[in-house]
């Protein structure tokens, strides 16, 4: 299962249609339901109803769509804590000195 193709169903059920989806993600909408008809396989669930007047999710792809905000929601919050921590503006910053012995 490709990350890619979850990222692809979360703009399809956002957007309401394969069309409006791919003009949001700059692709062919027939690119897009091509990945979206392999996940379904992959997964062995019909995610989505299709209709002329746009998409909705079946209730396993309900169940699904769950897990997948969630998840990518986490790995949003992964990558944001890693670009933070990578300029600077996150975590610790430690800065160790040396002081030679003072004494006898």
């Not at 249609?17 to 791919?22: I, P, R």
């Not at 309900?62 to 975590?91: C, H, I, P, Q, Y």
């Amino acid at each position: 299962m490709e990350l890619r193709a979850l990222r692809y169903l979360k703009a399809v059920v956002e957007a309401g249609s394969f069309y409006a989806a791919a003009a949001r993600l700059g692709m062919n909408s027939s690119t897009l339901t091509r990945q979206i008809s392999s996940l379904e396989d992959e997964l062995g669930l019909t995610l989505l109803e299709r209709s002329r007047s746009g998409i909705r999710l079946t209730s396993g792809g309900s169940a699904v769509m769950v897990e997948v905000r969630r998840m990518l929601n986490d790995l949003d919050a992964v990558a944001k804590t890693a670009r933070e921590n990578g300029v600077g503006t996150r975590g610790e910053f430690r800065l160790g000195l040396r002081i030679p012995p003072v004494g006898d």
